[in-house]
């Protein structure tokens, strides 16, 4: 296993590390150097958005050079498959990183969009890629790595996909393998364990990446980034799929199993240095053929939040041999969506409201609202909303984002706040937090505080977007009490998920770091520290070569 010290590591070292039998590229050089420090200028751009600290172009860095250079204009190294399976080194830091800041931020994603010639369809496809950045004394030690899951391991060694991914399924070579392959779903032995969506630290330490599949739970090394097996649950409750974000602090890690067959949820708790799941309650369907598709759900001090959407997993489009629109999903607004609240203690559900449609992938955060004696009146929850609209699905396949052309695609989105009463009325409401203009109408990939998980909060971090544009490509910060939004842009960037890093005592909600990984339109990229509060440049350092887009991280210090 590698050891991660900043004593006797070489920059720029390209780690030892097994070829992808696919990659098209061959790096030469193991390390290059950077020119002077950035420049940093003030922008307002054309919508009027309040643009921080963005930087002048660098200086042309040295990389490793390519026998091929396969990265066209149409496409971004951001929907660009890795371009070799492991690296690891320490970058040239342009600003000043702060000296309290000690710790691995660890960031989980598609990282492999191909197996030879045969190119994958959906951005959710991808074979994880993990990505590091310690910092640790003002300096920073980058890498990436593979995780070497079975579905990974096993497409490398057959040259094919082998499990069900996102929208790619095995191709049978007859009907009775295709037989043979429905069998094993109903199994779950053919669904895919490819952890390529988050990655979580445990309250006793351990690190796990995640995805939306029960059995792609990996527990990975945050140091040399192995992998060291799958994370086994020991508990009877079966079942084959979990939200894909579960909610993990130092004491425990709640999450929610769908039901497919009698429609609805377990509400279910791990605690610390165990692998047993405890069912604290159970939600019922009401309505709909299927559960809603739950990817992520939020809590307060003393309630779990269960969103059933209408966009509600499809038996029908699952066993399809070939993806429709709504991929293993079906939209159906006439069953109507609803939020249900269940008490943490007692598993009792408080109230089930019906709501708006919506859409999310991501909620932020919820807390509950007092009135002046302290009796609580009302559930908040903020998340990244669609408009109720499922077109996002479908634009994240990789044909379109690889071909953006200047014309704006991407579907509006807001911060969409539910206000969940608890005095016995059956609806809910839904209403934008603040002008969506103020992100771009562009809202996803967000983080808070986490000192303020299910507590009252003024400040989120999240992707918006600064339009035309066919994806999220800003960094916002948004203030829930003025309402008002900064932005970060750097012009044909892709900036992955805005992750805050509170600071040692902090005196503010917004007191501490934003660390994002920015994929460039020239196939470079960069590491990019904004302070929390200003939304202002700290720092950033060039890596070797531009990382593909990432989904989902998190932070864990040092000890």
């Not at 970058?91 to 994958?120: A, M, S």
């Not at 094993?184 to 630290?201: E, I, M, Q, R």
């Not at 350092?541 to 593909?548: E, H, M």
């Amino acid at each position: 296993m590698d050891s991660l010290s900043f004593s006797g590591i070489c920059r720029y070292r390209v780690s030892p590390s097994t070829r992808l039998e696919f990659d098209q590229s061959n790096n030469r050089k193991d390390g290059f150097s950077l020119g002077n420090k950035a420049s940093f200028d003030r922008k307002q751009d054309r919508q009027g958005l309040a643009i921080t600290r963005v930087a002048s172009p660098l200086k042309q860095a040295i990389v490793p050079s390519l026998e091929k250079e396969t990265v066209p204009d149409q496409n971004h190294v951001a929907w660009t498959s890795v371009r070799q399976e492991r690296w690891e080194g320490e970058l040239v830091v342009q600003g000043e990183i702060p000296l309290w800041l000690k710790g691995t931020y660890l960031r989980n994603g598609p990282g492999i969009w191909h197996i030879e010639d045969y190119n994958f369809r959906h951005l959710f496809d991808g074979y994880a890629t993990l990505v590091k950045l310690h910092f640790e004394n003002g300096r920073l030690i980058a890498g990436h790595r593979q995780i070497e899951s079975e579905a990974y391991k096993a497409a490398r060694k057959n040259k094919k996909i082998c499990f069900r991914e996102f929208s790619e399924v095995p191709k049978h070579e007859n009907f009775m393998a295709y037989v043979g392959d429905l069998a094993k779903l109903f199994s779950g032995a053919s669904l895919t364990d490819n952890a390529n969506t988050g990655v979580v630290k445990l309250g006793d330490g351990r690190v796990v990446c995640l995805t939306e599949t029960q059995k792609g739970s990996l527990v990975i090394d945050p140091n040399s980034l192995e992998t060291l097996g799958r994370f086994e649950y020991t508990d009877s409750l079966g079942g084959l799929i979990h939200s894909a974000h579960p909610i993990v602090t130092d004491s425990e890690f709640l999450t929610l199993l769908p039901d497919l067959l009698n429609p609805g949820y377990l509400v279910v708790r791990m605690e610390p240095a165990t692998n047993e799941r405890k069912v604290i309650g159970r939600v019922n369907c009401r309505g709909g053929p299927a559960p809603g598709w739950v990817h992520s759900f939020p809590v307060t001090e003393h309630y779990v939040i269960v969103p059933e959407m209408p966009l509600r997993y499809s038996a029908q489009n699952l066993l399809k041999a070939e993806p429709t629109p709504m991929y293993k999903f079906k939209w159906h607004p006439e069953s109507k969506a609803f939020l249900h609240v269940m008490c943490k203690a007692s598993g009792k559900i408080v109230t089930s409201v019906e709501v708006p449609l919506f859409v999310t992938f991501h909620f932020i955060n919820a807390y509950e609202e007092e009135d002046e004696d302290g009796r609580v009146t009302a559930i908040i929850a903020d998340c990244c909303e669609h408009n109720a609209n499922t077109a996002i699905l479908d634009q994240l396949r990789l044909q379109n984002l690889r071909s953006f052309n200047g014309q704006d695609m991407l579907p509006d989105a807001r911060v969409g706040r539910f206000t969940i009463p608890l005095d016995g009325s059956p609806f809910g409401k839904l209403e934008s937090a603040l002008d969506p203009d103020e992100h771009g109408r562009g809202m996803d990939m967000c983080s808070i505080n986490p000192a303020n998980l299910g507590k009252k909060y003024r400040y989120a971090y999240a992707c918006g977007a600064q339009r035309p544009c066919h994806f999220p490509n800003t960094l916002t910060k948004l203030d829930f009490v003025k309402k008002k939004a900064k932005n970060w842009h750097d012009e044909g960037a892709v900036p992955s998920e805005p992750f805050f890093v509170a600071s040692p005592g902090p005196t503010e909600e917004d007191d501490g770091v934003v660390i994002s990984i920015v994929s460039e339109k020239n196939g470079s990229g960069y590491a990019l520290l904004l302070d929390g509060s200003t939304f202002e440049e700290l720092a950033r350092a060039k890596l070797p070569y531009g990382l593909p887009y990432g989904l989902h991280g998190c932070w864990v210090p040092k000890k």
